[in-house]
């Protein structure tokens, strides 16, 4: 079983429940209650603003970071043991959770641009804007294409898990060229695990929906001024919706 199977803190699912009622919810107290925990309602990222929200050790380009760090096409982001952040680099957000790594590419034509990720450990949501050219997203045993999607990812030695939150996406093995797959999702309908040692063919297999939230879509979308393409009410949501 993946080390990841566990379920995640309580509280940070907690948080991020609240969160969002900052932001669904029209009374004050709603609001109230998302800037005493997160220092302010979510909403798009100023310009210049790289960074919503961190807790722990998080570094960008091997330097320590903090709520005035820029994160740009090229850098490298880094969390430590229970910690977390919330970023965006252009009209793409991300939450990376704890004790992750992860190369932003950038383009070999436009340095400004995001070209591509690779995970080289642990997880991560994300969330990406219209795109003339796919992005390319890669693990150790996987290859993905992508153009405006939200996905999550989990980066394992001799595992991937990847889940199409909404949108397209076209999933390789690295280790046999034979496993290929295109996920077209509109709410988490398929995700897989990309795993090594399998006959050849058969390197991509269904999977769980696990550890992420339409919660946390949401506050990655609002923090680049968009929603996710879906709408579940108000209510006292406990997990995914869809039942696997």
Known sequence: MSRFDEVDDPRRRWLVQALTAGFFGAGISDRVLAQQIFGSAPSKLPQGRSIYRMSGRVTVDGKP?????LVRPGS???TGPDSE???AVGDNAFIMRANSRMVIEQSKTDSSILSGLNLLAG???SVFGKKKEP???KTRM???GIRGTGVYLEAEPDQTYFCTCYGVADV?????????????AKHHDRPLYIVAGAPA???IRPAPFINHTDQELMLVETLVGRTPPFVFPKDDYQGPRRNY
């Open 65 to 69: 970071a903090d709520l005035a760090t």
């Open 76 to 78: 490298i982001v880094e």
């Open 142 to 144: 996987a290859s993905i």
């Open 123 to 125: 997880r991560m949501l």
């Open 135 to 137: 992005i390319q997203m």
């Open 172 to 184: 390789a093995s690295n280790e046999d060229p034979q496993s290929r797959d295109t996920v077209v």
């Open 85 to 87: 952040v919330i970023f």
């Open 201 to 203: 063919g058969k390197n």
